[in-house]
């Protein structure tokens, strides 16, 4: 079974930066696709960024620009380098993988970190 595991969340000032990380374990497939979602109070889970096969990286266009998603060689671990946080960015992040099992994707999350945006 696939466990993910964020951390980094934490307070920040508007402007500043944070860096979480999603270290993953349990893969017995080395293909991955990962995601970052956040969850504002009393909103819906929004997709943030995704590297998929290949390593192409998209991001939803509130974060374009200010946040950078990447992986480690052994891609067991993702990153999310947020810069230039608003007050906006204020969730609970949340890392998802897609692993491969037959013809289908199944997908695991991690149990989530919360990023505080405030002065």
């Known amino acids: 079974q696939v466990q993910l595991v964020e951390s980094g969340g934490g307070l920040a000032q508007p402007g500043g930066s944070l860096r979480l990380s999603c270290t993953g374990s349990?893969?017995?497939?080395?293909?991955?696709?990962w995601h970052w979602f956040r969850q504002a109070a009393g909103k819906e889970r929004e997709w943030v960024s995704s590297?998929?096969?290949?390593?192409?990286?998209s991001y939803t266009d509130s974060v374009k620009g200010r946040f950078t998603m990447s992986k480690d060689r052994g891609e067991d671990t993702v990153y999310l380098q947020m810069n230039s946080l608003k007050r906006e960015d204020t969730a609970m992040y949340f890392c998802k993988v897609e692993c491969p099992s037959g013809s289908d994707w199944i997908p695991f999350w991690g149990q989530g970190t919360q990023v505080t945006v405030s002065s």
């Open positions: 349990g893969f017995t497939e080395s293909r991955r696709v």
């Open positions: 590297i998929k096969l290949g390593g192409r990286t």
